[in-house]
Every structure is written in C-alpha cells, then in structure tokens.
C-alpha cells in the first residue's frame, strides 16, 4: 500500500524553524506533484504549498510565501518543508499529499509555535 | 481562488440511513472533484475523484456525481465506520480549495 509518511513536526517558540519531511514508503513521490496542506486541530483543511514533479515550479499560499520553501530529494525520494519566521497561527497539522489515480494524503505531523 | 460550499455543515443520522451531502464550486470545476472522510484524531483519506471515481479500498457505498459545479456524495448505507467528517475538494485550479466540512453524527 501506498503511503506517505511525514516528520519533523514539534514544538517551537515564535520566530524559529522546522523542517518537515514526507517520504513515500512503496512509490517515488517525484513521479506527480506534490502539496502541503495543513489543518488547525478542529477546523478546517488549507492549502500551503506544492512542488512539480521536477521541482521546477514551486508555488505558496500568500500566508507563508517568503517564510516556507519546499523542495525535494529524488536521491532520498523524499519531499521537504522548510519553515522559518514561524509565528503562533502556524501552529497546525501539517499533511503532505500527491495524485496518482486519486489522492493519497500523509498521516500528518503536528507543528506547535508557542514560547 | 474557488470557493467550495458543501451543505450541510452537520447532519445527524441512524445507521442504515441514506445519506447525501452537496458541494458548489464558486465557478466551473469539471469533474475534477474529490470527496475526503476524515476521522476524528486521523488523517484525511480520499474516497472518491474525479467526482464519481471510487478510490482504491474505498467501500462501495459511497457514491459521488455531479459536473461543473454542483456534486453530491452520497453514502446508500450509513455505517458505524462513516461517522466522521467530509470534505470536498477542487483540483480543476490552483490553489487546491475545500470545502467547510460536513460532520455526520449519529441520531
């Protein structure tokens, strides 16, 4: 079964950073684009970010766009998120996610920002 | 960006119940639509794409229809597994949208 793992995710005080990690465990996750998209525990689900296939074209929602990079890894199949100037309303569950005849979703890793 | 809409925000329902929950994508969508359940504590998982398109694992009574801009999801009977919340999702456009979310409770 197909599945995307991620990592990374922790406590950090207001202005730090993280970096999250999504690996697919039994397929190359460079073979489709790939998102972000986070959760805050209770609401609902938000877009963050995503990556082409070849990494070329990178693309972020305006509320992280200059603080969060995403990139990847072909030799590692793994696809990251760097995320600085972390601020408080950052905190969420973040899922990684592709599509490759439907949409296999990450299990998530939480992200708490708080001093 | 697409707004989606889903109605209604919560329903409460018995076991064996039909159920239907709509989404509306503020402009055109084709079908390129997908349904998301997700339990409380867990992850989202996908139930159905491109609108009608029943997931790999998915239980056969989840159904999905619709085109453009109008969709439906409809569960033929309510199980004790499907209380949990749903979600719709457009991939026609960037940014990928949601929906708010339909809560299915049981009565």
């Known amino acids: 079964e197909v599945q995307l793992v991620e990592s990374g995710g922790g406590l950090v005080q207001p202005g730090g950073s993280l970096r999250l990690s999504c690996a697919d465990s039994?397929?190359?996750?460079?073979?489709?684009?790939v998102h972000w998209v986070r959760q805050v525990p209770g609401k609902g689900l938000v877009w963050v970010s995503r990556?082409?296939?070849?990494?070329?074209?990178?693309d972020y929602a305006d509320f992280v766009k200059g603080r969060f990079t995403i990139s990847r890894d072909n030799a590692k199949n793994t696809l990251y998120l760097q995320m600085d100037s972390l601020r408080a309303e950052d905190t969420a569950v973040y899922y990684c996610?592709?599509?490759?005849?439907?949409?296999?979703w990450g299990r998530g890793t939480l992200v708490t920002v708080s001093s | 960006d697409i707004h989606m809409t889903q109605s209604p925000s919560s329903l409460s329902a018995s076991v064996g119940d039909r159920v239907t929950i709509t989404c509306r994508a503020s402009?055109?969508?084709?079908?390129?639509l997908a349904w998301i359940q997700q339990k409380p504590g867990k992850a989202p998982k996908s139930l159905i794409y491109?609108?009608?398109t029943l997931q790999s694992g998915a239980p056969t009574r989840f159904s999905g229809s619709g085109s453009g801009t109008d969709f439906t999801l409809t569960i033929s009977s309510l199980q004790p597994e499907d209380f949990a919340t749903y979600y719709c999702?457009?991939?026609?456009?960037?940014?990928?949208?949601f929906g708010g979310g339909t809560k299915v409770e049981i009565k």
């Open positions: 999702q457009q991939y026609r456009t960037f940014p990928l949208t």
């Open positions: 990556i082409s296939t070849d990494g070329s074209i990178t």
């Open positions: 491109a609108a009608s």
């Open positions: 402009q055109g969508i084709n079908n390129l």
């Open positions: 996610l592709r599509y490759d005849s439907g949409w296999t």
């Open positions: 039994g397929f190359t996750v460079f073979s489709s684009w």
